[in-house]
């Protein structure tokens, strides 16, 4: 019998939804983090999109956020010329560096000492957390403004993205060690360290490459303009979404597609695959986060799955909200939007 897919949809946030993160897995589960236009970057439950705390400081948009792997710190890039890295647990803003143009994405090392930042400036900047007085060191090749940047192979290189460029970088040298052109704008990249993989999406491609060597590997062509794809942990999935408001689900070897729905009412800007591979989480023009499962029908976090007893109808895995509706809860986690870090309430966005 079928089963239907029935997202979770985190509300909150009152501009787009541009770049989430999830953590890795920590002893208290995992972690999401959101980047909104709104300025107020959103901690999340992982696997329930439970609203934890917002991260107040920023004056402009948010372009970017990340979380190291044990969820303890964070990280914000922004249109007020800075990136902020927070403790994750209290909320607190723990520095801000100022930089000299709009800053569009942060990533933290493996043992979270250092932050790769990379924005406007065309420059990619490394900052020692131990030494916020220091200045960064400093990267230059890149000739249009950085969309995205990220540490791989254990932090020894360094990949990063312009308009039509995706640029390889030896850590230890500073220097670049090869680069990808395109025809067409990159509009999203993701590292996958477990076999080390890069996924680019431009236009309506989703192309997979060697993150070491930067060869082709495969790509895929999809129905509409793409902004954002992910790959499953277990790379037997990819998901991606885009200017058509649909997510669409792909068997990652045989490039089939498995599944196409629309649950946004606005473009998806971002789309990643949870730590356990169980969910995937997806960011929209319309301002919401939204939680999919990997296979419908599971019970996993709130989705709680009961099959209808000599019924016609499709199955529908059940959301569990206890004793309050949606839009008592929608009304809550927007009242709390504006809170830093509370004594969070029991919401299930």
Not at 164 to 178: F, N, P, Q, S
Not at 268 to 297: K, M, N
Request: aromatic share 10%.
């Amino acid at each position: 019998m079928a089963m239907r897919q029935t997202p979770l949809t985190c509300s909150g946030h009152t501009r787009p939804v541009v770049d989430l993160a999830f953590s890795g897995i920590t002893p208290y589960g995992y972690f999401l983090i959101s980047a909104c236009k709104d300025g107020k970057p959103m901690l999340r439950q992982g696997d329930t999109g439970d609203w934890i705390g917002t991260f107040l400081g920023h004056k402009g948009a948010v372009w970017g956020a990340t979380l190291n792997k044990d969820a303890t710190k964070a990280a914000t890039a922004a249109a007020d010329f800075t990136a902020k890295v927070w403790d994750a647990v209290s909320g607190d803003e723990l520095m801000t560096l100022a930089h000299k143009h709009i800053v569009k994405t942060v990533d933290f090392t493996q043992d979270s000492n250092y932050l790769l930042t990379g924005g406007q400036d065309k420059l990619l900047r490394i900052y020692d957390l131990n030494k916020p007085e220091a200045e960064p060191k400093e990267i230059s090749g890149h000739t249009s403004g950085i969309k995205k940047a990220l540490w791989c192979s254990e932090d020894k290189q360094i990949l990063s993205a312009d308009d039509k460029t995706v640029r390889l970088w030896d850590h230890a040298t500073m220097t670049e060690v090869k680069s990808l052109n395109f025809n067409m704008s990159v509009s999203s990249m993701e590292y996958i360290p477990e076999g080390e993989i890069l996924v680019i999406t431009y236009g309506r491609s989703i192309a997979f490459h060697s993150a070491v060597s930067l060869d082709p590997i495969k790509s895929f062509e999809a129905p509409a303009t793409i902004n954002s794809a992910s790959l499953h942990p277990e790379k037997e999935f990819l998901v991606a979404g885009g200017e058509d408001f649909k997510l669409y689900k792909y068997d990652y070897n045989s490039g089939e597609e498995l599944e196409s729905y629309k649950g946004h009412f606005g473009p998806i800007h971002c789309v990643r695959f949870s730590p356990d591979g169980e969910l995937y989480a997806s960011g929209s023009e319309d301002g919401t986060l939204r939680l999919w499962q990997t296979v419908v029908g599971k019970t996993y976090g709130l989705w709680k799955c009961v099959l209808p007893e000599d019924s016609g109808e499709l199955a529908k895995p059940k959301i569990g909200f206890p004793e309050t509706t949606e839009e008592e809860l929608e009304e809550i986690a927007s009242e709390n939007s504006d809170c830093i870090f509370p004594s969070a309430p029991d919401v299930k966005a």
